[in-house]
């Protein structure tokens, strides 16, 4: 059957950035027939060549412009024209396209507007699932704006037609931690507060907000990274063994991870880089949050005492995202051995930029000391891969081609956080100003006792 995919906001960032090179690899990997188009829909009255002419200047990633051009088709829409609908609905079955995905990369105020546009004109009919839709991120600025989105969704369409993406579910190693958590029996009866002694989950980012001021002024490091690709990193660590690796199956673990998982809203750290204030699209007052730290725990009886720290910002030391799981020491391994530094072992799930696993764990030194050290196995996921593997967008693009909606974040998900994240967006935060990753890592030294590089 004939698919298309129809981007509503097809000049964006996230067009030009992640889904056209996301198409470009599926057509190169035989993912997509030559009959399959990409319908790319904007308000400027231009033609397709100028189109491209223009994404050439934006997408950075080396694409073949020409066979990729024979894919899409470019679309004069306006999202508030009723008639522009219609026309795209003849347009779409005249061409014989009925396995339709429409892809919402567009600010999330305008979801309700659009939903309400291709339903009322037939393109998508209510639990028809050759119709999928699919939202981005942030879906809502907290848990009332996000309901009230919901229902207007749920008014138009099934929850089986509605694929929510965060895209950190299509990151390779993210999907492995599952694999890496059930298919080693090793860790099926340590995976708990007996053993583990705490768990940190990092995305740091280098770059400040560069030509996305106007988007992340409004939302902030707690909406636009803990609300959605922390929490869920919490999810897949914090989960029992789902009944089934089906995916309503996974999510119904990860939602009792997240029903019971709280911020501790007295450890947390609002800062703001230096030089935020002069970014090109924001409020000079501006009370963003470009760094956060917090502490949670699970409120389970496999949990009870683990905390689990979060530390996400921008302009930091390094681009790193990783989970670093901190075991306990045994009880007697000084009186085992007098030398041993204490919390050597740990399991490093690395994400991004390298993807892999890392297990630290104590070793002899070498030779004729007995000195104790830490020793290293280091699996590097894509090293001994040979060919390349995919980019989350590509595999998240191909999976609601084929309507799998296991990376995709079910609605009890998004309310669960949602929830979380409300208890401490509306508290009154003292933001701090950092030069650097050390200036705040010595705030959160000083004001809360915790050690960033002792975790
Ligand atoms: N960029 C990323 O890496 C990224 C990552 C994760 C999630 N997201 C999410 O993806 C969505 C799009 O992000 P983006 O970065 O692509 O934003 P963007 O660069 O600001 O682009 C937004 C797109 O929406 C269109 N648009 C905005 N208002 C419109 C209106 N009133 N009528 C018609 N079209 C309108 C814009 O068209 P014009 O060109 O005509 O203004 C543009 O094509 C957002 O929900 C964002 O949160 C983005």
Redesign the pocket.
């Known amino acids: 059957m004939k698919k298309a995919i129809i981007i509503f ?7 030009y ?2 889904l056209l090179p996301a198409v470009d690899t599926l057509i190169h990997e035989k993912r997509l027939n030559p009959e399959d188009r990409i319908f790319l829909l ?3 009255d231009i033609d397709l060549s100028s189109y491209i002419e223009d994404a050439k200047t934006q997408v950075k990633r080396h694409l073949d412009w020409e066979t990729l051009e024979s894919y899409l088709e470019f679309v004069y829409f306006n ?1 508030n024209q009723p008639q522009d609908y219609i026309d795209l609905e003849k347009r779409l079955s005249n061409k014989g396209y009925i396995d339709n995905t429409f892809y919402l ?4 105020k ?1 979801f309700p507007v659009v939903a309400k546009g291709i339903s009322e004109s037939g393109l998508v009919q209510k639990g028809d699932d050759s119709k999928r839709i699919v939202f ?3 879906f809502g600025e907290d848990l009332d704006s996000a309901r009230s989105i919901n229902r207007e969704l749920w008014k138009y369409f099934e929850e089986s037609q509605i694929y929510r993406i965060d ?1 950190y579910l299509g990151k390779e190693m993210i999907q492995n931690i599952l694999v890496v958590r059930f298919a080693n029996k090793i860790f099926g009866q340590t995976w708990n507060h007996n053993t583990i002694r705490n768990i940190v989950i990092i995305a740091k980012e280098t770059e400040g907000v560069m030509n ?1 001021g ?2 992340y002024d409004k939302i902030g490091a707690l909406r636009d990274m803990l609300q959605s690709h922390l929490l869920q990193m919490a999810a897949l660590i914090g989960m029992t063994k789902p009944r089934t690796f089906q995916s309503e199956d996974i999510k119904d673990a990860k939602i009792k991870v997240l029903n019971d998982l709280k911020l501790d809203a007295s450890s947390i750290v609002f800062g703001q880089y230096d030089g935020y204030l002069n970014e090109a699209k924001i409020d000079e007052n501006s009370k963003t949050e470009t760094f956060i730290f917090a502490t949670a725990h699970i409120y389970n009886d496999k949990w009870k005492g683990t905390p689990i720290y979060f530390i996400t910002g921008k302009k930091l030391d390094e681009k790193r995202s990783e989970i670093i799981i901190n075991f306990k020491d045994d009880n007697n391994l000084t009186q085992i051995f007098s030398n041993a530094t204490p919390n050597n072992s740990k399991l490093i799930i690395k994400v991004a930029p390298e993807d892999g696993v890392k297990f630290q764990l104590n070793v002899k030194q070498p030779g004729l000391s007995d000195e104790i050290i830490p020793g290293h196995l280091d699996y590097c996921h894509t090293c001994d891969w040979i060919g390349n593997t995919s980019e989350a967008y590509e595999k998240l693009l191909l999976d609601v081609l084929n309507h799998n909606k296991t990376l995709f974040t079910r609605w009890d998900e998004i309310e669960a956080m949602w929830e979380i994240i409300d208890e401490v967006q509306k508290m009154d935060k003292p933001l701090y100003k950092y030069k650097d990753y050390s200036d705040i890592k010595d705030i959160i030294k000083t004001e809360k006792g915790v050690d960033i590089d002792a975790l």
């Open positions: 906001g097809s000049t964006g960032n996230l067009t950035k992640k904007a308000r400027h999202l990369a567009l600010p999330p305008l981005e991120k942030p895209h996305r106007n988007y």
